[in-house]
């Protein structure tokens, strides 16, 4: 009472870190912190605080995702985090699903997988997507993680057998997950199934997914790993299997909550199935094929799924299906304006939407089935739940993407792809609709926006910069006027890190300066832009962080259009770009068959001469063809104007 106020206590950098300030943190409550931190962002910023906290994050560290394979050496992973429990890697480019990256490219596992599997001795989970995996670099990783893997992904890789599952399905008995989804597998029998059932003794296995693969499948071998598994709750399976030579497996699988890859071969044949019966916990069915008449069948399952994912065309009862579903968290159809009227009218909590092209398969008719402004904005007014939307659209407008933008503020993910069946579209550009759209919603992380020219003016391509502040991977396509509206696009970008542009008008020049005004920008890849004679206004972007590749065009791609509806290399595309973010080196990488052009790129230009260090092979060991090489350049290409 009366007497002076206490000072207010401080936490000092001695009591935060140990010292002599009177305070001292022991090491091992910050291990115990550090262990809740589970986002790469705060992680990384923790381990730039000091020595200490580096150490700690290296040894507590139990996930990374390695987001290009070549960005950072496995030995160099290994000695940064070596207790990893979990390891995502990445290889080729995405725009490799499109055709637009050589089959001979690289992103191979065996150096990973070499490396690392014996070293990383609590790894239990392995992911890689878009390498290339032998089957004897299955059979290292069985040698040195097969006792204790419980989780193996591979996500759209070529290059292995059937044998090589096998050697997976015989040793590694802790297996929980192994997903092979749209991996390039040679199928040398269904042998690897019957040894998931019957080479564990306790078999833990719950999900399987071979889905969009060629893997022939015997219903017998089906029903034995669903009898011996009890805790299968979830199969995804590839080929075409009927659903009749099903029904044993449904019998047996009483946990199965998730199935997709079955047919009606039978159409209209109602009397074939009427014997099958879906288990009482399936959530999520996706059939790889069904016709109008088979419908009936699903009526009765449709009404208790969540998700209900049917990639068939409905050309006269469309309204009919998704007034079943209650809740469902996926529609994946080639349905049309009407159809999605019907679903923003029922399913009031849809939360996930996809929209494939009306033409993929020849056999299906575009009979009411395009999809433009009108459902778009039906769906958004409906159902205001939306968390994801992809879209293949043939007609759009201003207002369907405000409509999205003022309705849909949970949206996290928004992809559109304008096609070009219609000689007319009703408004371009569409600059005030997709500032809508990323003002209206804030959490929106990625974003995807491939029109025709025309689409979105120089003001519209700013917009996305000014409005996109948290958004992280931006892939656009046909967008802008000129290279001013690209550098203005980059001077409003703050977070994003992943960035594709296609079908690109832009300058040499404008590009170098547009990436090293993003900041946070890790990796660019671009197809198709103004190309010099020289090419060297591209070295502006020379820094010791950067990887930069070129690759010459094909010209058997010239004006093609892919299957889905992504653009190949388009006449204007004269040279594709690929760029990311290394921590050391300044790498210029070239296929072999670039020899030539890499030669006329540097001989006149006045960086030839600093152009020095070692030749570098990217390939398989082993294979002495496989096709690239890499120019480690010496700093004084940093100083190149």
Same mark, same amino acid.
């Given at each position: ?24 943190? &022991?090491? /091992?409550? !910050? ?10 962002? +705060?992680?990384?910023? @923790?381990? %730039? =605080? ?68 014996? &070293?990383? /001795?609590? !790894? ?10 032998? +089957?004897?670099?299955? @059979?290292? %990783? =069985? ?499």
């Amino acid at each position: 009472m009366g007497g002076e106020a206490p000072e207010p206590q401080r936490l000092s950098r001695a009591m935060s870190f140990g010292g002599s300030g009177g305070g001292w943190v &022991p090491e /091992e409550a !910050l291990h115990r912190v550090m262990g809740y931190v589970e986002d790469p962002r +705060d992680r990384e910023a @923790a381990s %730039l =605080v000091c020595r200490l906290w580096h150490r700690i994050d290296a040894l507590t560290r139990k996930h990374v995702t390695v987001p290009f394979c070549y960005a950072v050496s496995p030995a160099r992973l290994l000695a940064r985090f070596p207790r990893l429990e979990s390891l995502a890697v990445k290889g080729k480019p995405r725009a490799a699903m499109y055709g637009l990256i050589p089959d001979d490219w690289g992103a191979y596992a065996r150096p990973w997988l070499t490396e690392l599997a014996a &070293p990383l /001795e609590c !790894l239990k989970a392995l992911h890689l997507r878009r390498m290339v995996v032998t +089957d004897d670099d299955l @059979a290292e %990783l =069985v040698r040195a993680r097969g006792h204790m893997l419980q989780e193996l992904k591979l996500d759209k890789c070529p290059g292995f057998t059937t044998d090589g599952l096998r050697l997976v399905a015989r040793f590694c008995r802790s297996l929980r997950t192994l997903l092979l989804e749209e991996c390039q597998i040679e199928d040398r029998g269904s042998e690897w199934i019957r040894d998931l059932a019957v080479s564990n003794p306790n078999p833990v296995l719950a999900t399987l997914n071979f889905h969009m693969t060629d893997l022939t499948v015997m219903p017998a071998d089906l029903e034995l790993l669903a009898k011996n598994c009890k805790s299968l709750i979830s199969l995804k399976i590839g080929g075409e299997c009927d659903l009749s030579d099903l029904i044993g497996f449904f019998r047996v699988a009483a946990s199965l909550q998730e199935f997709a890859g079955g047919t009606f071969n039978e159409q209209g044949e109602l009397t074939k199935y009427e014997n099958v019966k879906f288990p009482s916990r399936l959530c999520s069915l996706g059939l790889t094929f069904m016709a109008t008449n088979d419908m009936p069948i699903i009526f009765p399952f449709s009404g208790g799924t969540q998700e209900a994912g049917f990639a068939v065309h409905f050309p006269h009862h469309r309204r009919s299906l998704p007034a079943h579903c209650k809740m469902p968290e996926l529609v994946r159809n080639v349905i049309g304006d009407r159809g999605l009227g019907v679903v923003a009218d029922t399913c009031k909590k849809l939360q996930r939407l996809r929209i494939e092209r009306g033409d993929d398969d020849p056999g299906l008719q575009e009979e009411q089935g395009g999809v433009s402004q009108v459902g778009l904005t039906a769906i958004a007014v409906g159902c205001r739940e939306l968390e994801y939307i992809a879209a293949y659209v043939s007609d759009i407008t201003n207002g369907a993407l405000e409509s999205i933008g003022t309705f849909c503020k949970k949206l996290y993910d928004f992809r559109l792809v304008l096609l070009d069946r219609e000689e007319r579209i009703t408004e371009l550009p569409l600059d005030n609709g997709v500032r809508a759209l990323l003002r209206g919603c804030p959490k929106l992380r990625r974003f995807a926006l491939y029109l025709r020219p025309g689409g979105l003016s120089d003001v519209g391509l700013e917009y996305i910069g000014q409005c996109s502040g948290n958004i992280q991977y931006m892939l656009l396509g046909n967008v802008g006027e000129t290279d001013d509206g690209l550098i203005r696009f980059a001077l409003a970008c703050s977070n994003l890190r992943k960035l594709e542009l296609r079908s690109c008008c832009f300058s040499e020049r404008a590009l170098a300066l547009a990436m090293l005004r993003m900041r946070s920008l890790r990796y660019v890849w671009v197809q198709g832009y103004k190309a010099s004679q020289t090419g060297r206004d591209l070295m502006l972007m020379a820094r010791p962080f950067w990887n930069i590749e070129f690759t010459p065009p094909n010209p058997n791609n010239v004006d093609r259009l892919m299957e889905n509806g992504e653009p190949g290399v388009d006449s204007q595309a004269q040279r594709e770009l690929t760029a990311g973010r290394l921590g050391h080196a300044i790498d210029f990488t070239f296929r072999r068959q670039a020899k030539a052009f890499l030669a006329s790129w540097l001989g006149g230009s006045p960086c030839a001469s600093v152009i020095t260090g070692r030749l570098e092979a990217k390939r398989d060991p082993g294979h002495e063809d496989a096709g690239w090489v890499c120019f480690s350049c010496c700093s004084q290409v940093t100083a190149l104007p």
